[in-house]
């Protein structure tokens, strides 16, 4: 389990593919990883992998298909900025919220406005996927937790403050590019059930 709040950045050294699965290395700060174990999780992306090797320099993950083809680590290389999150500890503070790191689908950028030190990016999805947004809501972004905007028929708002922009790999994003989208799990129990029982009661 994560909180959406991104930790570090860091840069994708090299992929290597071997029997379906992509061995990802990558590039991080000095003792980031120090204090965690091998096999334990972390957020790459929004996307929960398990570390395989590490050191001062790099740290190891792999990735089977079934993850590739469903997120955007597929879409990797060399140089390619990610956003990285520590799994949480018992007692530690949730700053956004609860991120499970099982992404729900991509979403394409169709929008990237300027504003000031701030942007304004429009997210375009597919329209089953709608039901579980509602403006002012959370949604993780490439294991960011933001703040919805706007909701429409297939596209939604994300409003990015200038800190977002520092801490994340979010102010690299441009028209065309793809991000790892995780709903909000209450909603998602929510609109579920409520969508459930109306079905029964017809």
Same mark, same amino acid.
């Given at each position: 389990?994560?909180?959406?709040? =991104?930790?570090?950045?860091?840069?994708?050294?090299?992929?290597?593919?071997?029997?379906? #699965?992509?061995?990802?290395?990558?590039?991080?700060?000095?003792? !980031? +990883?120090?204090? @965690? $174990?091998?096999?334990?999780?972390?957020? =790459?992306?929004?996307? *929960?992998?398990? +570390?395989?090797?590490?050191?001062?320099?790099? *740290?190891?993950?792999? $990735?089977?298909?079934?993850?590739?083809?469903?997120?955007?680590?597929?879409?990797?290389?060399?140089?390619?900025?990610?956003? &990285?999150?520590?799994?949480?500890?018992?007692?530690?503070?949730?700053?956004?919220?609860?991120?499970?790191?099982?992404?729900?689908?991509?979403?394409?950028?169709?929008?990237?406005?300027?504003?000031?030190?701030?942007?304004?990016? &429009? =997210?375009?999805?597919?329209?089953?996927?709608?039901?579980?947004?509602?403006?002012?809501? !959370? @949604?993780? =972004?490439?294991? $960011?937790? #933001?703040? #919805?905007?706007?909701?429409?028929?297939?596209?939604?708002?994300?409003? &990015? @403050?200038?800190?977002?922009?520092?801490?994340?790999?979010?102010?690299? +994003? #441009?028209?065309?590019?793809?991000?790892?989208?995780?709903?909000?799990?209450?909603?998602? $129990?929510?609109?579920?059930?409520?969508?459930?029982? @109306?079905?029964?009661?017809?």
């Amino acid at each position: 389990m994560f909180s959406g709040i =991104v930790q570090t950045v860091g840069k994708i050294e090299s992929i290597k593919d071997k029997n379906h #699965i992509k061995t990802i290395r990558i590039e991080t700060h000095g003792d !980031y +990883l120090e204090d @965690i $174990a091998i096999g334990q999780s972390v957020s =790459v992306d929004g996307v *929960c992998l398990s +570390l395989v090797k590490k050191n001062k320099e790099y *740290c190891e993950f792999e $990735a089977v298909e079934e993850t590739i083809n469903r997120t955007t680590l597929g879409s990797y290389k060399q140089g390619t900025k990610v956003n &990285l999150e520590k799994s949480l500890k018992f007692g530690d503070t949730v700053g956004g919220h609860f991120v499970s790191g099982h992404i729900h689908t991509k979403g394409r950028i169709v929008e990237v406005e300027l504003i000031g030190e701030s942007k304004n990016i &429009l =997210v375009e999805i597919e329209e089953k996927w709608i039901k579980y947004l509602t403006e002012k809501g !959370y @949604i993780s =972004v490439n294991g $960011a937790s #933001i703040t #919805i905007g706007k909701v429409s028929k297939n596209t939604f708002y994300i409003h &990015l @403050i200038p800190e977002t922009l520092r801490t994340t790999n979010l102010d690299e +994003l #441009i028209y065309g590019n793809y991000v790892n989208l995780e709903f909000d799990q209450t909603t998602i $129990a929510i609109v579920d059930t409520t969508e459930r029982l @109306i079905n029964q009661k017809r």
